[in-house]
């Protein structure tokens, strides 16, 4: 049978799909097909805890640390704080890097910063606040990014979130953490030797190929404004995986305009409250996807967050590959999520 | 201060450590440190419904499919058995694979091998059983290894073990599964391009490296025998990460003799032992990595069988980075294994 004949009507019972950008191979088992709803999280006694005992909603009577940054709503009151996490991964501040070697092996100090970023509401999930409330959540991401990027110990900057307990949130008050590092993140050099790679052989950044495929086929995009769209990747890792990807091409997230923060703002509540209602709120995990700030060039690479709902447990096959056996195609959660509203 | 001159005794609030094999940095996070009693699991409820339900006990019963493979004890009884997955995640069986694009994308069906490789006993852990039966395991592995490697369409083999809920396990009796698969797994991927730049910078293998430095060294091995050693990895990706490394230089497993067999299938045993006692059934994913099947060379390359204990949740930077916030030194980690017994 000819290359390109096949599509999704085919007999075939599990497919492979190769990622564009780290040609990793993801499977689809459709002997295995689950329908959309099936996904949906089980009630659960609520783990959100009353607000009086909450360490996040009165962060000064808590043992947290000072505040690197603060915003204030019209009242004057907080409505975003960041501040260094109290149990840090990384903590020491320096402009040196202690390295040692133990025979063959090398290692290195875990110079860095680990902050944690606070949004004034207990309850309410990204996906149920306001586009303004999750648009001064990407100034704040922006504004520390800024700030540590200069500190000549940083090679990488990530911004990650992280809901519900399966999701190893330890705290259900909303909040997202950044971890400033002096390396780059695997996950993240995969991408950049993808993306260089790709551009050598085609001569365009493999997203800014992927955003112009996406917005003709339409059959993946659940949500798109003037700057952003959310898909359901061609090669999904895991079930309702989205993607938020600029539409321009744009390697640098520290250089987003307002008017961008706003429509990632949009973008991210879009797609949370899509999640939130079609699988009754979910845990997930999302993490922001951006060049190093090691100094070098990166223009072959493309900025975007990658959205990861945690509707099962990894076991082996996932653990061993990184690639959930997904049980649904993404274009039938495309469809799914674009009816949730 | 100089390389080198930095020890574990240093105040360093947390490390990164680099891996040998891939180059990926992990993190220990000291100012989260834990006691290695604190990993420990809570008791739970058991799981393990009674063998007149289970799937696995009577699999002639249970709708299961024909055996490929079955071993018998000297009372007739069978000890052993290997058959089809009743619901694989690759299944159409076929000496040619159909590809297909769509757009900038490649996708590829799904054809291949699903099987469950299922001991006797539903209530005996490998870590509680006799070495004789681990031993016989191995065997299994080696016998449907050597079957499946010769289907055309079978590039890669991967034998994973799930054991307990958070590792993703559906059935409580102890099994393993077989994924045979017409792509190399992206961890494996990952390993193979390691090794070989690591054997082009220092004419010799990683792994071979390893294991000199660690029988020297001694601080990180838990078990030994003749032919293998278990190891806490220097870079552990996660607490309590156990290696089963082959003492000589071997790259693929199938080629493994009927001795090597027997001291596999202690040092599994062994290792999976020490993990139950000191960690109270902890739930484990395990897999072997060994070559592709595809007809190259990958004589850089050296087997060994990676053991995860599932002791926390992987959060959002576990995710994006496939890397624990490790709160145990692996020194330590094996010092603390090395007593069970």
Chains 1, 2 share one sequence.
Not at 106 to 131: A, C
């Amino acid at each position: 049978m000819p290359l390109s004949s096949q599509n999704q009507d085919s007999p075939m019972i599990s497919e492979l799909r190769q990622d564009i950008v780290t040609g990793d191979w993801v499977v689809i088992a459709k002997a295995r097909a689950q329908k959309p709803e099936s996904f949906k999280k089980e009630e659960e006694a609520s783990s959100k805890f009353s607000t009086s005992e909450c360490v996040f909603c009165h962060p000064e009577e808590t043992g947290q640390k000072k505040d690197t940054l603060i915003y204030y709503r019209d009242d004057g009151e907080w409505s975003l704080r960041v501040f260094p996490n109290k149990f840090p991964a990384f903590e020491r501040q320096s402009n040196t890097v202690r390295h040692w070697t133990e025979g063959p092996y090398f290692g290195m100090e875990g110079v860095g910063y680990h902050e944690v970023i606070v949004t004034r509401s207990h309850q309410r999930t990204y996906g149920e606040m306001t586009v303004e409330e999750v648009a001064e959540l990407v100034d704040a991401f922006r504004t520390r990014y800024l700030d540590l990027m200069k500190r000549k110990s940083v090679k990488y900057i990530m911004i990650i979130h992280n809901h519900g307990k399966n999701a190893g949130a330890s705290q259900p008050h909303p909040h997202c953490q950044l971890f400033a590092i002096p390396v780059i993140s695997p996950g993240i050099e995969l991408e950049l030797k993808g993306t260089e790679n790709y551009y050598k052989s085609n001569k365009e950044c493999a997203f800014c190929t992927m955003v112009n495929w996406e917005l003709k086929e339409k059959k993946r995009v659940v949500f798109e404004n003037d700057s952003f769209i959310v898909i359901t990747p061609f090669a999904s890792r895991s079930a309702f995986e989205l993607w938020i990807i600029p539409k321009k091409h744009s390697p640098y997230f520290e250089r987003i305009t307002q008017r961008e923060e706003w429509d990632f703002g949009e973008a991210i509540q879009k797609a949370m409250k899509k999640l939130f209602l079609g699988l009754n709120d979910p845990a997930i995990n999302f993490y922001l996807h951006t060049s190093p700030c090691d100094g070098r060039d990166y223009d072959h690479y493309h900025w975007h967050l990658e959205i990861l709902p945690r509707t099962s447990i990894w076991a082996g096959f996932e653990m061993a590959t990184g690639v959930e056996v997904s049980t649904i195609l993404p274009e039938e959660a495309a469809r799914f999520l674009k009816k949730q509203n």
